[in-house]
Structure formats: structure tokens, C-alpha cells
DNA sequence: ACCTATGTTGATAC
DNA sequence: GGTATCAACATAGG
């Protein structure tokens, strides 16, 4: 479900409930997920140390330590974190006893308490000093300014632009469904012949769509995320909901508000 | 049972 | 360089 808002209840959790805690060991041995690190290093790197601070761009987060390296996280297409047992930015608090096996990555700390990556997919990653040079601005910090420079160019289908995490970070699959709905523009319109007008109602539907999910609980609160499925009509104009395939995700619009028709 | 779908992203190919 | 496609993972649902 990960998606900027989901990422950032995430960090707020890790910020309110694992900073400062003195670190005994991390639990690195799923190698598919701490890669590209060999078990134990994440452990040898971070034992003895504390967090310091939780940040985040986009979907990825990290954690400075006052030992030096920094703790990479990323929750891929199922991940959760969970501190001491209470889990943050899923819809679904795990219950109770999500399947143990699922717990992909582990900092224990000398209190006895962990922080732990739960995903039952195994796409999120754990990992020392991670690489962001190729992320483009979080979408919630993007100015105007930047927002028109950096979106509107480019033969590629609007929605496969604002997907893009290196024009802007942040938006995934559900959230460009909703703020190109809520903007009432065409996901197959290509980005470059947007006018400026019509770029800042992105931005700003953009911005809003993602406040409001992190304010109620993930991009799963989103006004047309129950309308995208088959025979489903437009929330706002009772026109059917139509769908294709855009940058390689599924994709639900409006056929009357958010025109161009469904290519081939 | 078999096939498809799923919130991400990276590596590849044109 | 920009864009498109496929694969990685593991589960859920028709």
C-alpha cells in the first residue's frame, strides 16, 4: 500500500517511538531484502548505536545514527513498519498476529523493544547509506515553479510523468488516479502539452489528495479508489469509469470529465 | 487448479 | 535521453 502517505505516518512513528533508544543488534539475515549487504553487516554497523532522526523523500525513508551510518528503509509495494508491536500507515493494523514470517528486517533494541519491517512481499528494502541522488522533489515540497518545469514536458502519458520518481517523488499508482481525477485531466494526455494552468491544478490537486490520506489513514481513503473497478460510475457526474493500462499500471478515469478515450 | 491482479522499482531494449 | 516492457517477490481472489 505504500505510497508518500503511508511512508510518512511510517517516519512520524519511527520518530516518535525509536529515537534515542540504544540499538543491541539488527536482525539483517533476509539478503533479498537487506541487499546489497551480507548478514550481519547492518547488524555490525548499527550495534551500539541510536537513531537520531527519521526522514523521508518520496516513498524512502532513512535514519541518521550518531554512529555515522545511515539506516535506509523502503516499504515497497506491501511493507509496514512496526515499533514495540504498534504498526503505522496501513489501513489494516496487523492484527495481532501477522504472520511472523513476514518480518523481514530488525532493529532490537537494549530495552528490549524492536522496530521492524514487516512485509509480506519481500520488495522493501533495509540497507546502510542509501542512494537518493535520483529522486526528484517530495511531492508535498515541489514549488510551482518546479512543478512546471519538471512535469509539464515530454511525449510520456501525463500519469506515467507524476509516477516518475525522478521528475517527483511520492506519487504511486492510487494517488495519480486521484489527483488526476480530482484535477479533471486526462491520464493519456502526454505531460508536454499541458498549459500552466492546467499543471498548478495538478500540483494542487497533487498536494491535497495527499494531505487528506495522510490525514485519514493511507492512499486507500481516496475518493475514487472505490470507483475503480468494472461498471463503476464517476462519483462526481455518473458517467461510467473507464480503464487501460498507463505506464504500465491499471488505470481508472472518468470517460466524460477526464476525456481522451481509452488508446487502442 | 489455474490464471490474474496487486499500493514499487530496477534492469533491460528500442 | 526518453519511453516502454518485463521481472523481482508472495499472496489473494475469481
Known sequence: MPELP????????????ALGREIAGADDRDTYVCRPHAPGEIDGALAGARLVSACRRGKSMWCETDAGPVLGL????????AVDGASEGDPAPVPAGGNPAWERFALEFADG??????????????????????LGPDALDITREQFR?????????????IMDQAVLAGVGNLLADEALWQ???????????????????????V??????????????????????????????????????????RTTWWCAAEQGRPAAS
Open 113 to 134: 523493544g524492536r522496530l521492524v519491517l514487516i512485509d509480506k512481499r519481500r520488495l522493501g528494502r533495509a540497507l546502510l547509506d542509501p542512494d537518493l541522488s535520483g
Open 74 to 81: 523502503h516499504l515497497g509495494m506491501a511493507g509496514r513498519i
Open 183 to 205: 484535477a479533471g485531466l486526462p491520464p493519456l494526455r502526454p505531460a508536454g502539452e499541458l498549459g500552466d494552468e492546467e499543471l498548478d491544478r495538478l500540483r494542487r490537486a
Open 149 to 161: 518545469a519538471r512535469v509539464g514536458r515530454g511525449d510520456a502519458p501525463l500519469k506515467a510523468r
Open 6 to 17: 503511508e511512508v510518512e505516518r511510517a517516519r512520524a512513528l519511527i520518530a516518535a517511538r
Open 207 to 248: 498536494r491535497a489528495a495527499i494531505r487528506r490520506a495522510i490525514r485519514r489513514g493511507g492512499v486507500h481513503t481516496g475518493t475514487i479508489v472505490p470507483h475503480r473497478h468494472r461498471d463503476a460510475a464517476c462519483p462526481r457526474c455518473g458517467a461510467p469509469m473507464v480503464k487501460a493500462t498507463v505506464g504500465g
